[in-house]
């Protein structure tokens, strides 16, 4: 079937693997809409893993239920992409987001279990997950990244009335704000380097303000704005300039969520935080509850996450749509692809 790989820097191909085969265990499915994600572009940009079929955030349809013995051939679901090991302390504390062997077979980010920028996939059958009718394939297909947001705002444990910046406006940064504020934050900024994408976050009701993160004045602005500086800061790109101004910005005693990613150690400035007892606290995923709790917000109406959807391509377009999500120029923040369209 045909499929998109990673085939060099920043360049897919678009290539053939075999279909999966029932094995009595996996659920196979047909994939309806599979999530462009900003870690997927780590991995574009560097051109590693070859081969790599990617896409870990999607809704399908079951073909095969495998060994699971609630699903039928038709059942909507998504997946937790992650594959912990079950029995180590991470996993039996409810956190299989840090087991250690989580993310060596993680499911569209591993060479063994190719992700869902194919037309089928099979996935391991405990992480399998059935959604309701009354939400739609894009909102399935955006679960995965609203569980991010919601996991970095659960571990900042943000009170009501606190002022929260959340640095970097991709699709991670937009949903943490938007759970910021439900979590009462009274004021939400949010940092960017794109102007359009700075705007969106205002437009789109998540954040009460935007600031350009190339101003050189922005930091002492912000401070002087806030006081001495944000309670929370939330930050959401992983580049060294970005988690500098997190630390520079947060008030004494303050706490920094990391949610970005760097393939490569970045260089930062930790007499800020010692100086000023900045409690810096790392987010990776979610756990199966946080996943499930995104589910039940969308069916509640409690979250629309189809304002974030910008457009729905073919396999065709994976390509231009890495380069579009790159430019630092375009408004989009997620696109979701329908391999079989
Ligand atoms: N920890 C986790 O579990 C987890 C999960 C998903 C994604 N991530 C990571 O979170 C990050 C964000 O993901 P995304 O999908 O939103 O990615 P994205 O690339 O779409 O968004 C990052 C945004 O940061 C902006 N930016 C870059 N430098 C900046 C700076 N110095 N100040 C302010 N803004 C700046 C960019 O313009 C871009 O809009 C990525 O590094 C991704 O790998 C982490
Ligand atoms: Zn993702
Ligand atoms: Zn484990």
């Known amino acids: 079937m045909k499929c998109v790989a990673i085939k060099d820097v920043k360049q897919f191909e678009i290539t053939d693997i075999s279909e999966p085969v029932a094995d009595g265990k996996k659920v196979i499915i047909d994939v309806k809409k599979a999530g462009i994600c900003g870690s997927d ?20 349809v079951v073909t095969n239920p495998g060994d699971r013995e609630d699903l039928k051939v038709g059942d909507r679901v998504t997946a937790l992409p992650i594959s912990p090991c ?15 062997e989580t993310w060596s077979h993680a499911t569209g980010l591993s060479l063994d279990n190719p992700g869902a920028l ?21 909102e399935v297909a955006m679960v995965e990244p609203t569980a991010v947001g919601l996991h970095a705002v659960h571990l900042a444990d943000i009170k009501v009335g606190a002022k929260v910046l959340v640095v970097g406006g991709g699709i991670i940064g937009l949903v943490s704000a938007m759970f910021a504020k439900k979590e009462g934050a009274s004021y939400v900024v949010v940092s960017e380097t794109n102007e359009a994408r700075g705007n969106k976050a205002v437009s789109l009701g998540v954040a009460d303000e935007w600031v350009n993160a190339k ?13 001495g500086g944000f309670d929370f800061v939330i930050e959401c790109c992983g580049n060294a300039a970005a988690v500098s101004t997190a630390l520079t910005v947060v ?44 589910i039940d917000l ?22 231009s749509s890495y380069e579009r999500l790159t430019s630092g120029t375009d408004s989009a923040v997620k696109i979701l692809v329908d391999p079989n369209k």
């Open 298 to 319: 969308m069916a509640d109406k409690q979250i629309d996450v189809l304002k974030f959807v910008d457009d729905v391509v073919d396999l065709e377009n994976v390509q």
């Open 215 to 227: 101003d050189p004045n922005m930091v002492a602005d912000m401070t002087k704005k806030t006081q």
């Open 118 to 138: 194919a037309p089928k996939m099979a996935i391991r059958s405990d992480m399998v997950i059935k959604v309701p009718d009354t939400i739609s394939d894009n």
């Open 86 to 100: 079950g029995h180590c302390d991470a996993c039996l504390t409810g956190n299989p987001q840090y087991c250690p």
């Open 251 to 294: 008030k004494p005693g303050g706490k920094v969520i990391l949610v970005g990613v760097s393939l490569e150690p970045v260089t930062i400035p930790t007499m800020l935080a010692v100086m000023r007892e900045i409690d810096v606290q790392g987010a990776i995923a979610y756990t199966k509850t946080e996943f499930q709790t995104c």
């Open 41 to 60: 572009i780590h991995y574009w940009v560097s051109g590693q893993p070859k081969g790599l079929v990617m896409g870990h955030e999607y809704c399908g």
